[in-house]
């Protein structure tokens, strides 16, 4: 499967499912093409030669972007591939990988290179991991990585469809896994803050790395979303 465009400037691609605690995880990658031509790719999917030259094809790949600790499986075989490329993680992915050599750590607020293109924030107040979030703005679409997971019924069987339903990762309710949201349980007023500014970009559009995208009603669906955060 090819590159599939979302909007003017913005492609998504459906990558293959990879295990995480005993569920198969489908996988997305967001390419977005910023105002001056340059391209910034998001949690980039397994590499393949089709693919890479697909996403070469669009313009200079500059940015190579991992918006959590989970999303940095396939990230040294694409910083292979495009050498030149700037590569950006999160608090505690670099701890953790200390065999890729990160050129910055995304925050709160864009980097100057795609400042005009794609807003961004940090969403904070979890013990165990922080994810920066993008809007891409011409497009009004928020780009995740796993802050809201939403899964078709019938992507998960047996046993594993239950324990889907109770994490609540299941569309069209999806929401933040119950693991990850138990892990708020002190910093709840960092998250209501990151998502008061999510809130503010009013997305009309939600790009999710595992399951089912929201195209239109976005705003809707992220306060439905982010109802465990009141």
Known sequence: MSLISMAENLWIYNGEAVPYLGLAYTTRMTVVRLSNGDILVHSPTRYDENLAREVAELGP?????????LHHLFLPQWMAHFPDAACYGTPGLQEKRKDISFDGLLGENPEPEWEKDVD???????????????FHRSSRTLIL???IENFRVDHFHGWRRWVALLTGIIAPHG??????????IFGRS???????KMQAWRPDNIIIAHGECVIGHGSEFLARSFSWLK
């Open 120 to 134: 961004q924030t940090l969403f904070r107040g979890s013990f165990a991991m922080k994810e920066a979030v993008f």
């Open 190 to 196: 960092k998250a209501r803050a990151a998502l008061r």
């Open 175 to 184: 929401k933040t896994p119950i693991d990850w949201r138990l892990t708020f």
């Open 61 to 69: 790949v500059k940015y190579l972007v991992t918006p959590n600790k």
């Open 145 to 147: 990585g796993d802050l």
